[in-house]
């Protein structure tokens, strides 16, 4: 297949797996917020959101690095896979303990204390898939690490499902959700030594040094990406512990996770792409980082922006009336969803470029109105401060980093890149004004189809080359199903 092909099969494989697997972790988190209540949902996603920040300290930039070196080179993985596991394991073990002296700290609950630290252990092990998922990138197998989330979150959510609807504690559902965790790593391993490589059980910690240092650099690249994006979520847990603006927001929040997928996939099957491209070639670097950037917009936005028109009975049909407080969140957070996508963009090709230097300063620059604004905001305002900070640092943080990676790259034409997109955008956003009494699942459809009319016809106008590529990617997946 040709690179286009490599990208958008990669691209449709898992995000098939990513959404079999959202609907099944939304399952289980709406029924567990329903059964435990604002304030054990709030202590569960607390500590999703804090082990998610500190344990990415954790071989820092190595599964970055993992993932670019196998894609030049696929027998790196016999010098760099067990090393970057072992190092990552140690590294979690002492994080764990940092995480249990934040929860002592705190004062927490012993219930509470202890369901934080297993969740903590849980993302810990999709950590480790992680490791996993970098070779898959590498080698463009995503329909492997489709199978892993597959297997990870359904098993999660039949277990959690089962055992809150049964009546079970926070503890309970923390430590099924721990296991789903482990079982999804122990598939990775399964599958990528079954289908993919069976690299060298070769452990040398005088080579760790080394290691450390080469991957550092791409660690903090990723470190101030998600810190950028999740601050406010923990300022937010550590402010307002135990309150139900906690759960609010974690409701809200988690919906906006749910819908990311796409744009991961997207991000790990275009990795190879733009990891082995030498500078030369039929498409320039800088042509591929605009379609990149254009499709990531073209995916999100009308993601972003139906979870924001349609706040109000997106919540109430998956939460119910109690978590009415997490309306007006969601339709901030909207905004969050597209942000990430093209964020994630810009760290997948700098990545793959080694050069991380060009986010760090937007990154830090971005970090301060966050905080500064989850501080100021969140004890009046609660939910809705977070949102604000988070959207607010997101959105400078995109506004700083896409043109200085653009310039790198070779310059990218910023109309025709956004253009189809934001007007697209605001048709769909004028179709459900309009629809605005009908039924919101009918209104919501409606719209959606008009925003993909609107950005095709604006495409085949205004920028025809582009419109042939998403054209043959259509009559792909045509002859893909004809084939099956």
Avoid at 244 to 251: F, L
Avoid at 254 to 275: D, K, Q, V
Avoid at 451 to 467: H, M, Q, T
């Amino acid at each position: 297949m040709t690179a286009s092909r490599r990208i958008a099969f990669g691209t449709f494989a898992r995000s098939a797996g990513e959404a079999v697997g959202k609907v099944a972790s939304l399952l289980f988190f709406v029924v567990v917020a329903r059964r435990l209540g604002e304030e054990q949902f709030g202590d569960f996603v607390f500590g999703m959101s804090l082990s998610t920040v500190l344990l990415l300290l954790a071989g820092l930039g190595m599964q970055e690095m993992l993932g670019r070196e196998v894609a030049k080179d696929p027998r790196r993985a016999d010098d760099l896979l067990w090393n970057v596991v072992v190092i990552k394991a140690l590294m979690m073990a002492v994080l764990l303990v940092v995480i249990a002296a934040v929860v002592v700290a705190q004062g927490r609950s012993p219930e509470s204390a202890a369901a934080i630290l297993i969740v903590s252990a849980g993302i810990g092990f999709e950590y480790q898939a992680g490791t996993l998922y970098a070779v898959f990138d590498g080698r463009e197998r995503q329909q492997y690490v489709a199978t892993t989330l597959i297997v990870n979150r359904i098993s999660t959510a039949a277990m959690g499902i089962g055992a809150a609807v049964a009546g079970a504690g926070l503890v309970t559902i923390a430590l099924l959700f721990t296991a789903g965790s482990a079982l999804g790593l122990v598939t990775a391993g399964w599958l990528m030594q079954r289908f993919v490589l069976q690299p060298s059980r070769r452990v040398n910690p005088r080579r760790w040094r080394r290691l450390v240092r080469a991957s550092l650099p791409l660690g903090i690249l990723g470190l101030l990406g998600t810190v950028s994006f999740r601050t406010s979520v923990v300022l937010l847990g550590l402010i307002d512990a135990g309150s139900a603006d906690v759960g609010e927001y974690g409701a809200a929040y988690r919906l906006i996770e749910a819908s990311i997928f796409i744009a991961t996939a997207f991000n790990a099957a275009m990795l190879a792409w733009f990891s082995r491209h030498d500078g030369t070639g039929p498409v320039p670097l800088a042509r591929g980082f605009g379609m990149a950037v254009k499709t990531v917009l073209a995916l999100m936005l009308p993601i972003g922006l139906g979870l924001a028109l349609f706040a109000e009975p997106v919540i109430d049909t998956l939460y119910g009336a109690d978590y009415g407080g997490a309306v007006t969140p969601l339709r901030i957070l909207g905004g969050l969803v597209v942000l990430w996508g093209v964020n994630a963009t810009i760290v997948t090709v700098l990545v793959t470029r080694g050069r991380p230097g060009v986010y760090t300063v937007p990154a830090l620059v971005a970090l301060v109105p966050n905080v500064v604004l989850s501080v100021v905001l969140i004890p009046r305002y609660g939910a809705e401060g977070a949102a604000i900070a988070a959207v607010s640092g997101a959105a400078l943080l995109v506004a700083l980093a896409a043109p200085r990676t653009g310039r790198l790259l070779g310059g990218v034409a910023v109309l025709t890149t956004v253009g189809a997109p934001l007007a697209a955008g605001a048709a769909m956003a004028l179709c459900a004004v309009v629809l605005s009494g009908a039924p919101w699942i009918a209104a919501a459809i409606a719209s959606v189809v008009i925003y993909g009319v609107a950005f095709l016809a604006l495409e085949r106008i205004f920028s025809p080359g582009d419109f042939a590529y998403y054209a043959a990617l259509g009559r792909f997946r045509r002859a893909g199903r004809a084939r099956a």
